[in-house]
């Protein structure tokens, strides 16, 4: 694990950090893919966990989840509309094109079984240090999580900070063939500019320390 912020912890799943998960206080976020759980668990070792909470029910977040939660006895925290998506494991049926080659590939090699949900997380609600705030668009029902005491923001998948082909560092919107509206995913990103982060965590891509890279992205999109 490597210490992003203050009780906030970034586990690597994948090489370049193309795929990642969080610890923030004693919660996991995300749970990467299938294969993820024992460089999860390598990771968590010697800290308690009592809870996991995703941004979203996709094939490279909740694919670790039921075998974290079911090891280590802990719930599973989701908003309302990836609820269903998390309990089924159907958790590519919401893409654009769930016949896709790697949509297929996804579902058969990444997503994870699926897990009861014990609560359902809303804008405004408390995780931890962190509040949830609301960023549907790459899916129905994306979440991010912020801390505003030191601006730390958790995006999901929001945004990336890597191109997933070449895996060179750099803000991108998230791939269209995964994003549900494209649109709305947009007033998303354009909702956590607005809280002004300085600490930004991806699912794709390194941890990004804003020194305006952000606000240039934002220029592009107006």
């Known amino acids: 694990m490597k210490l ?19 610890v923030i206080d004693d919660i996991l976020i995300d749970a990467g893919i299938r ?6 668990f390598r990771a968590l070792k010697g800290k308690k966990i009592t809870k996991h909470a995703l941004t979203h029910a996709h094939a490279d977040h909740q694919g670790s989840s039921s075998v974290v939660c079911n090891t280590l006895n802990i719930p599973l925290w989701t908003s ?5 998506n998390a309990e089924s494991g159907n958790v590519t049926d919401e893409y654009p094109n769930k016949k896709h080659l790697i949509a297929r590939f996804q579902r058969k090699y990444w997503a994870g079984g699926g897990l009861k949900v014990s609560k359902i997380l809303k804008e405004g609600d408390t995780v931890g240090s962190f509040t949830v705030i609301e960023t549907p668009g790459h899916s ?3 979440i991010s999580f912020y801390r505003e005491k030191d601006r730390v923001l958790i995006v999901g998948d929001t945004l990336v900070n890597m191109n ?8 991108h919107h998230p791939p269209a063939i995964f994003t549900t509206d494209k649109k709305r995913n947009i007033s998303s990103i354009k909702k956590l500019f607005a809280l002004n982060p300085k600490i930004l965590c991806f699912g794709h891509g390194p941890v990004l320390i ?3 890279e952000l606000e240039r992205f934002m220029r592009k999109i107006h």
């Open 4 to 22: 992003i912020a203050e009780n906030v912890f970034q586990i690597p799943l994948l090489p370049r950090n193309s795929i990642n998960c969080y």
């Open 35 to 40: 294969s993820s759980a024992n460089n999860i």
């Open 80 to 84: 309302e509309p990836e609820k269903e």
């Open 140 to 142: 129905r029902g994306h």
């Open 164 to 171: 997933l082909v070449t895996t060179v560092p750099g803000l």
């Open 210 to 212: 804003d020194n305006g």
